[in-house]
């Protein structure tokens, strides 16, 4: 009688479209889109504490995947742009707004901005920068005040829209571009619940 051969184990070809899932996933996530939660109110009111948002991580950059080595520069941050950064003193992933760009003079003075000589407009808790009006919280005053001063080549001034309760630009200095993980489109998820709040 012919010896039997053992079963072949069916895991091995029911696993690999599964492994090929999770491969494309992660790839995505760490160069295409990623998803965040945000844990502290250094946005607000525009980004509350508890609440996830959508990052596009290709905005400004096309990146190696797993890395932060770009591939090809993208058009840089715009004024008013809600970005995810890593902070560089603690490794944090943060999250605020663009306010000056590579060569802008500025200051800020009581929370309010002064770009190239000429204030923001800050009218009933709105600011207007490039993308448009956004909230801006003072009821912790304006934070440390800061400038004027050039932003450098390929660097960033980056707030929080809660200018008395943010760690920011104004702590930690510059955020080169290469610290810049992407752009924040929107707010997908606040208090538990599904909603889309365009940022």
């Known amino acids: ?3 039997r051969c053992p079963p072949r184990s069916s895991r091995g070809p029911r696993l690999a479209p599964l492994l090929a899932v999770i491969a494309v996933v ?3 996530r760490s160069s295409l889109a990623d998803h ?3 844990p502290t109110e250094s946005m607000l009111p525009t980004v ?3 609440d996830h948002i959508v990052v596009n991580k290709a905005a400004y950059d096309a990146r190696l ?7 090809r520069h993208r058009t840089g941050p715009a004024r008013g742009d809600v970005v995810v950064l890593v ?3 603690t490794g944090a992933t943060l999250l605020k707004r663009v306010v000056a760009l590579p060569g802008d003079e500025v200051s800020v003075r009581g929370g ?3 770009l190239n000589g000429r204030q923001v407009p800050l009218d009933h808790g709105e600011e207007v920068l490039d993308r448009g009006a956004h909230g ?5 005053g304006g934070g440390p005040e800061l400038g004027p001063v050039v932003v450098p080549k390929d660097s960033y001034l980056v707030l929080g829209d809660n200018r008395g309760n943010s760690r920011d630009g104004r702590v930690f200095g510059w955020v080169p571009r290469e610290r810049l993980l992407g752009r924040a489109i929107a707010v997908v998820a606040r208090d538990g619940r599904p909603t889309y709040l365009a940022l």
Not at 65 to 70: A, G, K, L, R
Not at 136 to 140: G, I, N
């Open 36 to 38: 965040y939660f945000v």
């Open 1 to 3: 009688m012919a010896p």
């Open 48 to 50: 509350h504490a508890g």
């Open 136 to 140: 801006v919280e003072l009821d912790d």
């Open 26 to 28: 992660a790839t995505g």
């Open 65 to 71: 995947p797993f890395s932060e080595i770009s591939l």
């Open 112 to 114: 309010a901005i002064t």
């Open 87 to 89: 902070d560089a003193e």
